[in-house]
């Protein structure tokens, strides 16, 4: 598995650049190779569908992360409602999991909204399909679940029952380098 996901990173890295400037393989290798965490999570993101490249960083150039850069929302992750708590209230026609379930289970965390627009930088993205995004507690709370999803060239974001679940609809995730 190991030289496997590494190598199929780094073709996707090279054919990338405009995703991470100024960021060298080497750097990435090396933190690659030397959590087995990380390769774990980026392989459950490649075999889901997920297409895992680098390309955010936060306030400090030094914190990068892998995030799903598949066209469309991971096949191998969607018709899964929000949350765990989302899939226990359902009654009837249970959905096949929950999205932070199945990310929390992987050991990678959902996008939320701020890092799903700023994913659309690289896309569009979710042209057909919708993503789960991290939905803030006081909307959780309340039975909700925010989506995004790219259409009429802009992002939007909307609300759903976190219990609700559609074959078009998946979840995206990040994973700290």
Same mark, same amino acid.
């Given at each position: 598995m190991e030289h496997t996901i590494v190598d199929t990173l780094k073709k996707r890295f090279q054919a @990338? $650049?405009?995703? @991470? $400037?100024?960021?060298? %393989?080497? %750097?990435v290798q090396e933190r690659l190779l030397s959590e087995s965490d990380l390769l774990q999570g980026l392989w459950a993101l490649e075999q889901s569908g997920g297409e895992p490249d680098v390309v955010f960083f936060d306030a400090t150039p030094s914190r990068w992360f892998y995030c799903d850069c598949s066209a469309e929302s991971p096949a191998g992750r969607r018709s899964m409602c929000y949350d765990d708590a989302a899939l226990a209230s359902r009654k009837e026609n249970k959905p096949k999991g929950s999205a932070v379930g199945l990310a929390e289970q992987w050991g990678v965390s959902l996008l939320d909204e701020a890092e799903y627009h700023q994913l659309q930088r690289f896309g569009p993205f979710d042209i057909k399909t919708s993503s789960w995004i991290l939905t803030p507690e006081g909307v959780r709370s309340l039975g909700g679940a925010l989506f995004g999803d790219y259409r009429f060239g802009r992002v939007f974001t909307y609300h759903n029952g976190a219990e609700s679940y559609y074959t078009a609809r998946g979840f995206r995730a990040k994973l700290a380098l």
């Open positions: @990338h $650049p405009e995703r @991470h $400037p100024n960021l060298e %393989w080497s %750097w």
